[in-house]
């Protein structure tokens, strides 16, 4: 059963597009001015290539755009010339506002650059669980996920750092893979533990060629990241989330 959380633990939600035919430079200026509307906000974003010249002594270095970030709050939209991506940075505020962000961008971008197909998409979701400390006690990391590895008794000790990534394919559900990354991380609470649980659902073989397809798909692609993340935490983790 999928919840709703008072205090979702989702730092940030992502969905990318990878486009089959690339975005001229000139086109993604104008979609980067057509979308500062809703952002308010335009970066160039540049590579630095460097050059040796080892016969002279010669070092030379020059930046090379690469395309546009657009916000500068919670809300993000990046402009490559292969890549459409929309971001959505705590405090997360619903599907739907997220989602419906998404299609507005990308009719501006169709808009510019005419209807265009997607080799790939991705959607993302990093949480991240903060667990109080209680005292100096040692975090508990099995009482609130369920995302683990099994370690030999003989150097098992006390957990104080973990990371793991599950890489898995599923045929039955129209070839969608799934990478799961969970760790023990740093939190920047005080007084607390923070717990690393990043879901990518991702599709590269059976991409529609049309849009409102694409779209449903990512309606589907979510209800399947909610499952792996409710089977991931524990009611004990939902306490957290559902600010008890």
Known sequence: MIQKYAKPPIIEAVIQFKLTRTLY???????????RKRYGEVAPMTNVDVQIDADNGLVTARRLPTGFRLGIQEDVLILQPSDFIVSRL????????FFERAKEDWATLEKVAGTRSISRVGLRYINRLDVPRNGA??????????????????????????????????PQKDDLAVVVN?????????????????????QQNRVPENM?????????????????????VTDDARVLFRGE
């Open 182 to 202: 969970s760790a023990i991380i740093e939190s920047p609470l005080f007084d607390h533990h923070s717990i690393l649980l990043d879901i990518d659902v991702i």
């Open 25 to 35: 430079p000139a086109q993604l200026e104008r979609v980067s001015r057509l979308a």
């Open 90 to 97: 705590a405090p997360y505020t619903g599907w739907d506002e």
């Open 212 to 232: 409102q397809d694409v779209w449903a798909m990512l309606g589907e692609m979510r209800a399947f990241k909610n499952e792996i993340f409710e089977s991931a």
């Open 137 to 170: 006690r040692p975090l508990d990391y099995s009482r609130y996920c369920r995302v683990e590895i099994t370690i030999p008794t003989v150097y098992a000790g006390t957990l104080v750092g973990l990371s793991t990534r599950y890489e898995s394919a599923f």
